[in-house]
């Protein structure tokens, strides 16, 4: 059976920014995860002594609280600031910029439609820089805007950097037809973008597709709802021992591509235990 990686997998800028970070910061802590993948936290809280709350309450005085890829709540940075010795931001400049966008435009009289997952960490963050938190909207795809009332007749769009451009492009389009003015940011990363691309070519010739990520990264789930697009036979694992050598019986070409938390020694690790399944 050939095994082929897609052409673009895996860590993105933003999470090898953060991971150096807390290689740099041994002995502190993040708040909330650092990034979506429980196997690169361990492996950081057992060569680096980077730990991890889960809550405010819990952070000491003598802290260094390292912030995760995807941000946190504008006030939350406020008390942390305040609670601890040391606060690292190594939020993903990328998310930095649909926060920034947020603050300003809702400081410019916009409404603010997120279009995004309302429980994701990124998205919480993002909403709470709006200065109005009544007037800032978060929908999954464009039938949700029939419950959306905004309350000024400007409109300002972002969404969650890992979401899929097609849905925002229809979202932004049934805006259009009913408002006078609507500001659109592209908020959404070229990371994503490549690693997709590169999923949907590979599994158009895969008849397995093998994804690699954590269950609760966003950007794995949408790899993977792009493979099951083209190839049925399409797992979605978070390492090696998820893999079952039933799933590989009678094909010959299985296509690998990874969330872009994942790192390339899990990677490594899903295809050496495919390579050894029998024939
Ligand atoms: S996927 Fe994009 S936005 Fe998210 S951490 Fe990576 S580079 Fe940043």
Known sequence: ??????????????????????????????MGPLIHNEDEINRLKKDFNVGLYSQLSDVKPDDTVIIRTH?????????????????INATCPFVTTPQNI??????????????????????????SYASDLDDVHVILCPEDLKNVKFKNNKIACVAQTTKKKETYLEIVNALILKNKEVRVFNTICDATFENQDAARDISKKADIMIVIGGKSSSNTKQLHSICLENCKNSYLIENENELESSWFINKNYCGITAGASTPDWVIQKVIDKIKSFKP
Do not use: W
């Not at 095994?3 to 802590?29: D, P, T």
């Not at 300003?104 to 963050?125: A, C, R, T, W």
């Open 1 to 30: 059976m050939k095994i082929e990686l897609a052409s673009s997998y895996g860590f993105c800028f933003g999470v090898k920014r953060a991971i150096e970070i807390a290689q740099k910061y041994e002995n502190s802590a993040t």
């Open 71 to 87: 941000g946190i709540p504008k006030n939350d940075l406020k008390e942390l600031k305040k609670g601890v010795k040391k606060v």
């Open 102 to 127: 947020v603050k300003n435009m809702s400081k410019d009289g916009y409404s603010i439609l997120i279009f995004g997952d309302i429980e994701h960490p990124e998205v919480k963050g993002v909403k």
